[in-house]
C-alpha cells in the first residue's frame, strides 16, 4: 500500500512511535511517505526507505505565528497526487488529524485524485492537556470525529478521550510497541563504570523524557533524594525540554549536583537504559509510557506513576512499581527495596523483559495497524 504518516520531528514518543512504524511498514513492503517538519529524532541516523516530506511554512512579517496546520494540509495534498496514497495516518491529533480531514476535503472537492483513507492515533496530550482546552476542543473533536479511522495508545487514553471531548466516533486501542530484537539488554562495563564511578555498590538510576513540567523532574530528584538518604546512588538525567534549565536549581536546593549527571537525548538509547539498575517514571499523566516500555525491555525494573496507561503496562511488584503520582515516599521505598536486593533486581527486570516480549513487540502491533488500513482501503 502507499501510506503517508504525520508526525512530530521533536522529542516526544508519539513521534518515536510513528517513525518506528514507518520503518517496519517499509520493511514489510510499503511505500511510506513521512510527512514532518524535520527529520525525526530516531530517524537521524538511518532514513530506512522512508521517502520525508518537510513542511514548510513560510514566514511572513503580518503574522504572529506560523500557519502549520495550512502548511501540512497544503502538503498531504500534494503527496496525494503525486504518490496516490491510500492512506494518510495522523499521529497526535493536534493539528495532524485537522490537516488530514482538510487535505481530504481539498481532495475530494477537486475530484481529480481518489481521496485517502484518514487513520488519526491519539497519543496522550493531544487529548488529556492540549486537545481538551476550551481553545481547542471544538475543532479537536471534530476532526476525530471525521478521521476514517481512529485509535488511541491505550485503554486508558480512550476512556479519557470520551471523557475530555465530545468524540462520538468508536476509537479503537492499539498499544505503542517496539522492536524487541533491538531493544535487548546490552550491558557496556566501560559505560557503567563512566556513569558510576563509585564502584559496584552504587545503584545507578535514570530518567528519560523530554523534560516537561508532566514529567515532573523535581519528583525524580525528591525521588532519588530520599533513595540516597538508604543507599549509594547516582542518578542520570537524559533528555531535553523546558525543564531542563530548572535542572541546576533543583540539584542544588536537594543536595544533589554531584551525584547528578544529565546527558542529552540520546538517538540510541539501549546502552544507556541497559547499564542502568532502576528507571523512574513519576509522571502527571502518562497515556502509555513508552520510556518506561523501553527500560522495561532491557530488563529494567521501572518505578512509575499509577496514572494513565502505565497499569496497563507494568504489572505491580512483578515488572515494576505502580504508586499513586503524589506518593513519593512509597516510590523512593520501593526503590530502595529493590535496589538493596540484587536477585530481585534480577528477576523482576527479567519478568519485564518477558511481559513486552509477550505485549508490545513490532511483529505483533505492526500488524494491528495494517489490517486496519487494508479494512478501510477496502
Ligand atoms: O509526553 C511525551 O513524552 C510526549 C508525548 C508525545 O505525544 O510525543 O507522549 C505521549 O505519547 C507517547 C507515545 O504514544 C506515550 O508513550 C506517552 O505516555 C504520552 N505522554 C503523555 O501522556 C504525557
Request: with cysteine; charged share 20%; aromatic share 6%.
Amino acid at each position: 500500500m502507499r501510506i503517508g504518516i504525520v508526525c512530530y520531528a521533536s522529542l516526544g514518543g508519539s513521534g518515536i512511535v510513528a517513525t518506528e512504524l514507518a520503518r517496519h511498514l517499509v520493511a514489510r513492503g510499503h511505500e511510506v511517505h513521512l510527512l514532518s517538519s524535520d527529520i525525526p529524532f530516531r530517524l537521524q541516523s538511518d532514513p530506512a526507505g522512508i521517502i520525508l516530506h518537510r513542511v514548510e511554512t513560510p514566514s511572513y512579517p503580518l503574522f504572529h505565528e506560523p500557519q502549520y496546520l495550512l502548511s501540512l494540509a497544503t502538503l498531504i495534498v500534494q503527496v496525494v497526487r503525486e504518490r496516490r496514497l491510500d492512506i494518510v495516518h495522523a499521529h497526535y491529533a493536534v493539528p495532524h488529524a485537522t490537516a488530514a480531514w482538510l487535505a481530504r476535503e481539498i481532495l475530494t472537492v477537486r475530484h481529480d485524485v481518489e481521496p485517502p483513507r484518514i487513520i488519526t492515533t491519539l497519543h496522550g496530550t493531544d487529548i488529556t492537556l492540549i486537545g481538551s482546552d476550551p481553545s481547542y476542543t471544538e475543532a479537536v473533536s471534530f476532526s476525530i470525529d471525521h478521521s476514517d479511522a481512529v485509535t488511541a495508545v491505550s485503554h486508558s487514553l480512550r476512556e479519557s478521550t470520551c471523557t475530555a471531548m465530545p468524540v462520538h466516533t468508536d476509537v479503537r486501542v492499539i498499544y505503542n510497541f517496539l522492536d524487541c530484537a533491538q531493544f535487548d539488554r546490552r550491558f557496556d562495563p566501560e559505560l557503567r563504570r563512566q556513569l558510576s564511578p563509585g564502584g559496584e555498590d552504587e545503584a545507578l538510576i535514570v530518567h528519560m523524557s523530554n523534560f516537561r513540567p508532566v514529567k515532573r523532574l523535581d519528583a525524580v530528584m525528591e525521588i532519588f533524594r530520599r533513595i540516597r538518604q538508604h543507599t549509594k546512588a547516582r542518578l542520570v538525567l537524559a533528555g531535553d525540554g523546558p525543564d531542563a534549565v530548572h535542572v541546576p536549581f533543583w540539584a542544588d536546593a536537594y543536595g544533589l549536583r554531584d551525584e547528578l549527571t544529565v546527558l542529552p537525548p540520546q538517538q540510541s538509547v539501549v546502552p544507556l537504559l541497559s547499564v542502568a539498575d532502576l528507571f523512574l517514571l513519576p509522571s502527571l499523566q502518562e497515556s502509555f509510557g513508552l520510556a518506561a516500555l523501553e527500560a522495561m525491555a532491557c530488563e529494567v525494573p521501572v518505578v512509575v506513576s499509577r496514572v494513565g496507561g502505565l497499569p496497563e503496562v507494568v504489572e505491580h511488584d512483578v515488572t515494576g512499581f505502580l504508586h499513586p503520582p503524589e506518593d513519593l515516599v512509597s516510590m523512593a521505598a520501593s526503590a530502595v527495596a529493590i535496589l538493596k536486593d540484587p536477585e530481585r533486581r534480577r528477576r523482576m527486570g527479567q519478568a519485564a523483559r518477558r511481559a513486552v516480549v509477550a505485549r508490545f513487540c513490532a511483529g505483533d502491533i505492526v500488524p494491528q495497524y495494517e489490517a486496519l488500513y487494508r479494512e478501510l482501503a477496502g
